[in-house]
């Protein structure tokens, strides 16, 4: 079966500091792969996605970015974080082809002081 | 741009009593996913529905897309404490390989 894994579950950093998040996938190969954000109000937005190694779209503009080292590893990252990064984080993986489903992580909540 | 509205935004239910759950969207949806999500926690993904009229049921909770496919209801019966959370419908407009939109949320309370 397929499990999706982020870390850390958790994170405070201050302003300015850099970000490093990951989404790792087992279980399937080759699956597109996003990244949420959840602010308060419980909404989500699209971050980013990716259809395979190497390739990301961004949805949003801001001080974020995204990388696809590895067929299963999703990776967010920020060189300098501002308070409005804040947030809980999700990553999402859905299999290639398919159109019925599509499965979230345990997410990271980020905490920008 | 395509926008989701939920309704309600919350919801107080005594523990055994039906409740509905809706998802309205500004254009015609390509899928309608519904999920889950206890505070803190990632997403339970729960069902996602494509054909108009097209109704699909897990355990006690049964989602419906309407034949326009602008509209989805969520009915859960014989509401449980379980069932308590924040439930998320997220959309595509058409094909555009899985990425959503999602409404702002339902959050459920069940009184036991």
């Known amino acids: 079966s397929q499990t999706i894994h982020q870390w850390p579950a958790t994170l405070v950093q201050p302003v300015g500091s850099p970000l490093s998040l990951e989404c790792t996938v087992e279980g399937t190969s080759n699956p597109n792969l996003y990244w949420y954000r959840q602010a308060a109000g419980r909404g989500l937005q699209l971050l980013f996605y990716s259809v395979g190694i190497g390739q990301i779209s961004s949805e949003v503009p801001q001080n974020l970015s995204a990388s696809r080292p590895q067929d299963r590893q999703f990776i967010l990252s920020s060189k300098k974080l501002l308070l409005s990064d804040s947030g809980f984080y999700l990553c999402?993986?859905?299999?290639?082809?398919?159109?019925?489903?599509?499965?979230f992580g345990p997410g990271t909540r980020l905490t920008v002081t | 741009s395509q926008e989701l509205e939920q309704s309600p935004q919350s919801l107080i239910v005594q523990e055994g009593k039906n409740l509905t759950i809706n998802c309205t969207s500004s254009k015609t949806l390509y899928g309608l996913y519904w999920y889950k999500q206890k505070y803190g926690e990632g997403l339970i993904f729960l069902m996602m529905l494509q054909k108009g009229g097209e109704e699909k049921s897990h355990e006690k909770i049964t989602a419906k897309l309407d034949e326009k496919k602008q509209q989805s209801s969520l009915h859960i019966t014989a509401s449980q404490p379980s069932h308590a959370g924040i439930y998320l419908c997220g959309a595509e407009n058409y094909n555009q390989g899985g990425k959503l939109i999602f409404g702002q949320g339902t959050e459920l309370s069940v009184k036991p």
């Open positions: 999402a993986w859905r299999k290639r082809g398919k159109t019925d489903e599509q499965y």
